[in-house]
């Protein structure tokens, strides 16, 4: 599996989760990395971004100022810190990579390789 998503779980609100997109034969480092989120019954939403060389960074109005996203290119991997963590995050999150322009980079159809979803569920 190229992309591997992991760092899930149940987590009580105002807690905190890091997820790891973990890459197999793709360099995540010359590719833009998303994390999305998807909720039952809901559409596929953009949470974050990470562009090429890192110094740049998009995140979804509903989680600024709670998530991160960073990368260590040396482990070839991706995170999401995620804090204060409400019972609106709960929802399968998945990691994707795209090429696409940054005008685009929230805009899931541009993402041609996805991770499998890990789930996050958060109770209150």
């Known amino acids: 599996v190229p992309l591997q998503a992991s760092g899930g779980g149940l987590v009580q609100a105002g807690g905190s989760l890091r997820l790891s997109c973990t890459a197999s034969g793709v360099t995540l480092s010359t590719y833009q990395t998303g994390w999305f989120r998807q909720a039952p019954g809901k559409e596929r939403e953009f949470v974050a971004a990470?562009?090429?060389?890192?110094?740049?960074?998009i995140l979804a109005d509903s989680v600024k100022g709670r998530f991160t996203i960073s990368r260590d290119s040396a482990k070839n991997t991706v995170f999401s810190q995620m804090n204060s963590l409400d019972v609106d995050d709960t929802a399968n999150y998945y990691c994707a990579v795209t090429k696409t322009v940054l005008s685009s980079i929230r805009d899931a159809r541009q993402y041609g390789l996805w991770g499998q979803g890990t789930q996050v569920t958060v109770s209150s």
């Open positions: 990470i562009r090429y060389a890192g110094s740049s960074k």
